[in-house]
């Protein structure tokens, strides 16, 4: 890969540096630097270099920069002006980035629709965001998208002024588009391109949505500067500095987790793998066959891999792959990564501080290293733990609600000023909402959501701890644990899979607790249960805790 003297790395990201401080810290030099600014800049260094190695089609830094260039232009003369919202419902190829930079060069604001979200999901991220334009590919063989658009609510749809396809001649467009403004992705793209950007780094450039596990996703909006400057610390976190680096995103672009490791490797000048929807046999041979080094594998990918890759060291490339416990039984992979060489490492992040906000050090044993937390990839982040009931700031080893800063953290919940103040702290700090502790050698650990944390006879009691001791127990597959009040005080309650051919023996299994973890811990209530509840996301299926507690609270009334 060339570099260049005159337009080289170094100098670029020196001039990065200083994104994300504080807006009247910063220089007119850096408040230049944006999306587009940085891709133009990397693709006069190296226009040839691959940006995407994609089995549609390659792309290089050079035609990356022209698309979007392209793309912006015919972006333009449909209407979409800086401010304007543009949805990108697109699997992971390179016409979403490309789609990305074209809004980002016309101050416009990328909205991330989850590939996984149906019709009523559909009709309200589109609905509520007031995006003017839809970008998506209705002839995608894996996810119906016209279909799915068919069924959505047209009244949610009002505001989108104009559809835009990518390869429309797959399948038959949606009834109700007939009559509509409808474009060809690829005609816009043989237009000019845009001469003069739009945006600022001040300027807001991507929205994602939080998960919305038990309420409608809030719109977390992104600014240029905030964008740029995580992905240089998250590319020099993770040595995308050395030559031979080859990324597969593996997760979504429309998740931040597939879209900090993408922003990332394109910071650095480095080459992406991608397909469109994550396979574990294809993307095992990809990581084999173009020399992968880095990578993500949530949930249960890291499983999957390994499955579709047998072998004593199957990936023998691979230098780091970023991965985040989702439910007890994913742990177990680790062990079995370990011993085959997959160099697993646990990640933190969310919407609001952007994916990879911290990892965990590779020098960490491998039970350690997977877990969430770790330390911050940028240097001006900062962690503290704060007593949820008291408000006191917490030592080291003392569980109690993380809040973050950095130059990652989101500008704003788009729309929505009163959710925006009281998630932020008067000294900047965001209140995740999750429960973790401070160690003493400058790291923290993430454990689980707040929501979901126990009070139990006056202690903060993580429920993944009940559930690690349920999974010792030979007849249990899996395990989930939730508070509910059972006569009058709150206790933790149960829900099993158990082992096929095993027994379901509710009382076993609460002796079983008993010898194991202190009183006020044990389980007043375990049920069986077929499958968890879930929720899909771009990073993954994450369980419904509180459709859990519901269901205890059913049954606990009988």
């Known amino acids: 890969m060339r570099t260049c003297a005159r337009h080289g790395f170094a100098p670029l990201f020196a001039n990065f540096a200083n994104l994300g401080t504080q807006r009247n810290h910063r220089s007119e030099r850096t408040m230049s630097y944006t999306l587009s600014a940085f891709l133009d800049a990397t693709a006069a260094c ?3 270099a691959p940006a995407f ?80 334009a839809l970008i998506f590919w209705p002839g995608f063989k894996q996810i119906d998208f016209s279909g799915i658009l068919e069924a959505a609510d047209p009244a949610a749809l009002e505001r989108v002024e104009n559809y835009i396809v990518y390869r429309e001649d797959e399948r038959p467009l949606p009834h109700r588009l007939r009559g509509r403004p409808v474009y060809n992705y690829q005609k816009i793209i043989d237009g000019l391109p845009l001469q003069q950007d739009r945006a600022t780094a001040d300027s807001g450039c991507v929205i994602f949505t939080t998960s919305g596990t038990t309420k409608a996703p809030k719109f977390v909006l992104h600014h240029h500067a905030a964008i740029l400057q995580h992905a240089r610390d998250v590319a020099a976190g993770f040595g995308f500095s050395a ?12 998740g931040v987790t597939g879209f900090c490791l993408t922003m990332a490797a394109l910071s650095a ?19 084999r066959r173009c020399r992968v080094t880095h990578t993500v594998a949530l949930g249960d990918m890291a499983a999957a891999l390994l499955a579709a890759a047998p072998g004593e060291h199957p990936f023998p490339s691979l230098k780091m792959c970023g991965f985040a416990v989702f439910s007890p ?19 933190y992040g969310s919407s609001e501080v952007q994916a990879l906000f911290a990892r965990q050090p590779f020098s960490l044993p491998v039970q350690e290293r997977i877990q969430g937390g770790g330390n911050p990839f940028s240097s001006e982040a900062s962690v503290r733990v704060r007593d949820p009931d008291s408000g006191q700031l917490l030592p080291p080893k003392v569980s109690g609600e993380l809040e973050l800063r950095g ?11 009163e959710a925006t103040a009281e998630a932020l702290t008067a000294d900047g700090f965001f209140r995740s909402g999750d429960l973790g502790f401070l160690t003493e050698d400058g790291r923290f650990i993430y454990q689980n959501r707040m929501g979901d944390v126990l009070r139990l006879a006056g202690f903060l009691v993580s ?11 030979p007849a249990v597959a899996d395990a989930q644990v939730v508070g509910v009040e059972i006569n009058g005080a709150p206790r ?13 023996d509710e009382a076993a299994l609460i002796a079983f607790c008993r010898q194991r973890m202190a009183n006020y811990k044990v389980p007043g209530r375990i049920f069986p249960i077929d499958d968890f509840p879930v929720t899909p996301s771009a990073n993954g299926n994450k369980i419904q805790k509180t459709k859990l507690r519901q269901m205890a609270q059913e049954k606990i009334v009988r």
């Open 492 to 504: 933790a309650t149960a829900f099993v899979i158990p082992v096929a051919g095993a027994a379901f």
């Open 53 to 132: 190695i994609d089995r549609e089609r390659p792309v290089s830094f050079g035609q990356l920069s022209d698309e979007s260039r392209r793309l912006a232009t015919g972006l333009e003369k449909l209407g979409v002006e800086p401010g304007d919202r543009v949805a990108l419902w697109l699997p992971n190829i390179p016409a979403w980035v490309a789609s990305l930079f074209a809004c980002a060069r016309l101050g416009a604001i990328a909205v991330a629709v989850n590939t996984r979200f149906k019709s009523g999901e559909i009709a309200d991220i589109v609905g509520r965001s007031g995006a003017k």
């Open 329 to 347: 039984t994913q742990a177990a992979v680790a062990a079995e990564a370990g011993a085959k060489g997959m160099p697993l490492l646990g990640l």
């Open 46 to 48: 190296q226009p040839t």
């Open 463 to 473: 429920p993944v701890e009940i559930e690690g001791f349920l999974k010792e127990h």
């Open 269 to 287: 000048g480095r080459p992406l793998v991608t397909t469109p929807a994550f396979d574990a046999a294809e993307s095992a041979a990809l990581i």
């Open 243 to 254: 030559p031979d680096t080859v990324v597969l995103p593996s997760v979504p672009f429309c």
């Open 407 to 417: 130059p990652s953290r989101m500008l704003e919940y788009y729309g929505n000023p």
